[in-house]
């Protein structure tokens, strides 16, 4: 690269990432130890072919005698100003150097296979060289601002967190539907006992109990209305849990929802173009500070839905058994299934938040 006048900017991103690179020799006895890789490059590097191409260039060049005049004005090119310092502050990150490395790699295929070309025993003039150069070193600089604005802790890429943010909000819409309707069914069922009150006569009132009750139950027959969700495990982190449980929903087909129309899917449609949209003018680091807070919000909402569907759980189990009974003891029981439901921390936690 040296003998065709590339600039030394270039070339200093090209050595930088292959710093440090070390391997090791994997032996009968088991793996050996570390060396470093002081001379040529790993097996199945991404710039191995590249390099050799350009290696093969400055060779073929040579024997055709060309001038190293034509490639003079190489070294005023634009890349002159390429951020070498933003390149080399993310060397330490490792994960970032591979993207960038993987990404160099790609970049230099492509304007290399565009700009260069053999023409029998001819190159391109100086013109395709200069704008190789140009091109190429503009991409870069956009490459590395891009890798270092916008990494993540996790190592993750764009894509990946506009991907999660799409699966969080989708599983939050419809975990808000199914903790609405478990709420409102409890509410619902506290309201009316404490209008059954006023019925002085013990049979309409023991009536009116089985039914209250019976409604209240009957969401649990009706698997289309209320989502059924994993229990954490001891050692499960919030994100991990709440990754699980989207995955868990989204297997899980939801009915009763009747054919959407061409006009609702067209509505769906651009209403995710423009969430896109404002995700992809966002930084990675922008939606990833994003998806905690909404990992965060939704584990909130699971716990608290968790306990609605357990009270539910509950109710429909002792309401099965209280079967067995005589009416004057199931009247008393059946008041005791509804007290206990009042008085429950995971009833009293929500029963008092105001609806949206």
Request: hydrophobic share 35%; net charge neutral; glycine share 4%.
């Amino acid at each position: 690269m040296e003998k065709l006048q590339v600039p030394q900017k270039l070339i200093r991103l090209v050595k930088m990432t292959m710093l440090n690179s070390r391997a090791r020799v994997i032996t009968e006895n088991g793996p050996d130890e570390e060396f470093e890789i002081n001379a040529g490059v790993r097996q199945g590097d991404g710039l191995s072919a590249v390099l050799f191409n350009i290696a093969d260039e400055g060779i073929t060049r040579e024997y055709n005698g060309e001038s190293e005049q034509n490639n003079a004005e190489l070294r005023r090119e634009s890349a002159s100003d390429v951020d070498i310092d933003a390149f080399e502050s993310i060397q330490e990150i490792p994960a970032k150097k591979l993207t960038v490395k993987k990404k160099i790699s790609e970049l230099m295929e492509e304007e290399y296979a565009k700009n260069v070309r053999l023409e029998g025993k001819q190159y391109y003039k100086q013109q395709s060289s200069t704008n190789l150069v140009g091109k190429f070193t503009q991409s870069v600089r956009r490459i590395v601002q891009d890798v270092k604005d916008e990494g993540t802790a996790t190592g993750a890429t764009k894509e990946e967190v506009i991907e999660t943010n799409e699966r969080l909000r989708a599983v939050r819409v419809r975990m808000d539907e199914s903790y609405d309707t478990a709420k409102k069914a409890l509410v619902g069922l506290m309201g009316k006992y404490n209008e059954s009150k006023s019925v002085h006569n013990i049979f309409q009132r023991y009536n009116m109990l089985k039914a209250m009750i019976k409604e209240v139950i009957r969401l649990e027959t009706q698997y289309w209305t209320l989502v059924d969700i994993p229990k954490q495990e001891k050692q499960e982190t919030v994100p991990a849990f709440v990754l699980r449980a989207c995955a868990i929903m989204e297997k899980t087909q939801k009915s009763g929802e009747g054919v959407k129309t061409s006009a609702k899917l067209a509505e769906e449609a651009q209403d995710k173009r423009e969430r896109i949209e404002r995700l992809e003018n966002m930084t990675t680091s922008q939606i990833d500070a994003e998806n905690t807070q909404m990992t965060n919000d939704l584990y909130r909402l699971l716990k608290k839905y968790s306990g609605l569907r357990n009270l539910i759980r509950q109710l429909k189990t002792e309401y099965t058994n209280a079967k067995l009974y005589p009416m004057v003891l199931r009247y008393s029981m059946l008041k005791d299934m509804i007290k206990d439901i009042m008085l429950h921390p995971d009833y009293m936690e929500v029963c008092h938040e105001v609806d949206a």
